[in-house]
């Protein structure tokens, strides 16, 4: 049986582009409503009217900075005000980071922290009771497929160490909440061709081996359709090739750096 999302409300961060702007267009395919957060409010508004206008959804736009609480506190009471409930919360404005360790910058620690685990953190600690009171409510996490690797992927290890936090803390609120009718979802993409990964060189000189969002974009769709009584913990989504898989895929591949 298939589960009807018309007029459900969910919350995106990080939607202006890239994996935000394409999970956002489907949910809104699904005819769920939306309230869209980023910094920037010009790219914000310009996805805001496209998805609206393609899948006859309302959009509301919030211009938002996920690393500061008041901004979340905004965003949660201005999607209330317009939607009158929130169901379904996606976790995805994240920043990347490429440095050796001995190298990177004390400030780019608390930007890290800030944006991609106290965000996420702060924002369902913002909806969570609302959904324990209405007994139901979907939360995704975009998590990372560098979670995946043991070792974290050099020079990626703040980001993919709060990443591995980040998986840790969805999976330990599920079992905390699972009697509550709440679902909780990390979705670990691999290396996936938007600004974020532009910056990686070393991974982009050949780009064949990035995904597109597709694959995460059914990842999604496939979160938020199962039945009432499943809950789709992890969904990995990684790349058929690439160095970081290294250490998970059984074949031979040369970790980066060897
Ligand atoms: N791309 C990959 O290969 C990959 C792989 C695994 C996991 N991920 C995860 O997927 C998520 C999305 O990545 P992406 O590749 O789509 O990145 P992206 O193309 O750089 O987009 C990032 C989005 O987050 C927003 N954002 C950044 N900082 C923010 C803040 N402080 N407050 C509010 N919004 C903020 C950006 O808008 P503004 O700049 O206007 O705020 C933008 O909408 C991240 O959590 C990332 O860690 C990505």
Known sequence: MSIDLKGKTAIVTGASRGIGKAIASTAASLGINLA??????GPLT???QEVAKKYKVEVLPVSCDVTKLSDLEGLVHKTKEKFGRIDILINNAGVSSQYPFEKQPFEDFERLVHTNYLGYVRLIRLVINDMIQQGSGAIINMVSGSTLCDPLPRNFLVYSSLKVGLRAFSKGLFWELRDRGIKITSILPGVTDTDLTGKLKEITTDTSRLMTTEAIENAVRFALTV?????PLEIAVINQQTPW???VIPFKQEHPGK
Do not use: S
């Not at 869209?36 to 409010?41: K, V």
């Not at 039945?227 to 809950?231: K, L």
């Open 36 to 41: 869209i957060a980023a910094r920037n409010e």
């Open 46 to 48: 310009e996805t805001a």
């Open 227 to 231: 039945p009432a009584n499943v809950c």
């Open 245 to 247: 898989t290294a250490p």
